[in-house]
């Protein structure tokens, strides 16, 4: 059912060619995709050359380790597998089995800087596809052609083994339980400089367990080697997808009890995320919480900054950043700058919306989701961090214009009313 009529019989060729050859005493032949390969090598081509289609999509997760030799040569084997994407999964960061793999695939590459089980790999692989099937592949061992006939029966029955490879169904997973206090996501695009300094200042002012996770939408800067030699978990893309699409992608890799969506330019202080988080747990209802900053729209502006470099500002938000709960307040929207959210928010509403890709109003429409779900959205007023803003679209350029209009006319065109009003009207719900 999954392949077409000419390969199936191919297949099926080649099935009996293999039980007649153990009937006969012989050795049978290791059989990869499109040949039959004999003792020395040589032997005839048994299924063509062109790719193949199922009638479900699937996804293949390809789980390397220090393999760079066999990478390439199982990802170019992988590419005629009737396959909707591949995602490959670096258990244990290795810049030259990244470089590799970067290289010969046009799918999403994970780089775990610490090595996970197996089955931690299967529940990452689950979360980050777009497709319900998975196959789980090992970049040490041969795709065969029952490595073909199982990818073509997962498209009819999840859950089927094969001997390269598992079958497993993404809908049988659950999340796993989270082990570590906040995960922080980091989208971006060719701002390594930038992101250098957003994670040197998350090093030196977090004192709580957490977690980074930067996701790459296709930079061009070095970004991704920045990353492997930082030992963050690195989700790197092979073009923009958009911000939406790469947030998605980080909360899906994370294993926190919080998530964090976090910008790139963006600097944080001392006590930054004991502050957000005393905010965050300071009521079971709060379900999004935002700091002040100098440069956003709405309430979290800071009018006037006092500081002119980058140790002056820290020097004011060690002033500013001091507990003080009579400075929280309860908002109808959190820029998406520095965005900390209970898990619980995410299981009950899901993903941002990436209909907004490449961004603006995405979190505009999560917080106003949050709100309808029964969850409050607060501005934590006593934590400061530093944001150099609109660095990936501009700041007033025609760009970022075109796609204010664009997304503004999405978000009411799905919600009836203009965002604006999110900005206006403090704390009171609009339906």
């Not at 390439?72 to 470089?99: C, H, M, Q, Y």
Request: charged residues 25%; hydrophobic residues 35%.
């Amino acid at each position: 059912m999954g392949l077409n009529y000419t390969a199936s019989q191919g297949l099926e060729k080649m099935a009996g060619e293999a039980v007649r050859e153990k009937k006969r005493g012989q050795a049978p032949k290791r059989r990869l995709l499109g040949r039959s390969i004999g003792p020395k090598g040589k032997g005839k081509r048994s299924i063509g050359r062109k790719r193949l289609s199922a009638t479900k999509p699937v996804t293949a997760v390809i789980v390397a380790m220090n393999h760079e030799k066999s990478i390439a040569g199982v990802l170019k084997e992988v590419r005629r597998l009737p396959l909707k994407e591949t995602i490959v999964i670096i258990n244990g960061s290795s810049d030259r089995t990244f470089k590799k793999a970067r290289k010969n695939s046009d799918g999403i590459i994970v780089s775990l800087p610490e090595p996970l089980t197996m089955e931690q790999i299967r529940l990452l692989g689950a979360r980050l596809a777009r497709t319900d099937r998975l196959v789980i592949l090992h970049s040490d061992l041969p795709v065969t052609a029952e490595t073909l006939a199982a990818v073509t029966a997962v498209s009819e029955s999840p859950n089927i083994a094969a001997p390269t490879g598992e079958i497993l169904d993404n809908s049988l997973l659950s999340v796993n339980e989270a082990v570590t206090n906040t995960s922080i996501i980091i989208p971006t695009y060719n701002g390594k400089e930038l992101l250098a300094g957003c994670i040197r200042s998350i090093r030196e002012h977090t004192g709580v367990p957490h977690q980074i996770i930067v996701v790459d939408n296709g930079s061009t800067d070095g970004t991704a080697e920045f990353c492997l030699q930082e030992k963050v978990l690195l989700i790197s893309l092979p073009q923009n997808e958009g911000y939406p699409r790469a947030c998605n992608l980080g909360m899906k890799a994370a294993d926190g009890k919080n998530l964090l969506l976090l910008n790139n330019d963006v600097v944080v202080t001392k006590n930054w995320l004991d502050r957000l988080l005393a905010c965050l747990q300071s009521d079971a209802k709060t379900g999004i919480v935002g700091p002040m900053t100098n440069y956003a729209t709405g309430k979290q502006k800071v009018p006037s900054v006092p500081y002119r470099g980058l140790e002056g500002m820290q020097r004011f938000a060690e002033q500013w950043n001091h507990p003080d709960p009579r400075r929280w307040l309860q908002v109808n929207r959190i820029v998406g700058l520095c965005f900390l959210m209970r898990r619980t928010v995410v299981e009950t509403i899901g993903w941002l919306d990436e209909r907004f890709s490449p961004g603006y109003y995405e979190d505009d429409d999560y917080c106003h989701r949050a709100r309808l779900a029964g969850y409050r959205v607060m501005l934590a007023g006593d934590v400061f961090v530093h944001h150099y803003g609109s660095r990936s679209f501009g700041r007033g350029n025609s760009r970022k214009r075109l796609l204010l209009k664009k997304n503004r006319r999405k978000f009411i065109g799905k919600w009836g009313f203009d965002p604006l009003l999110l900005r206006r009207r403090r704390g009171r719900p609009i339906v």
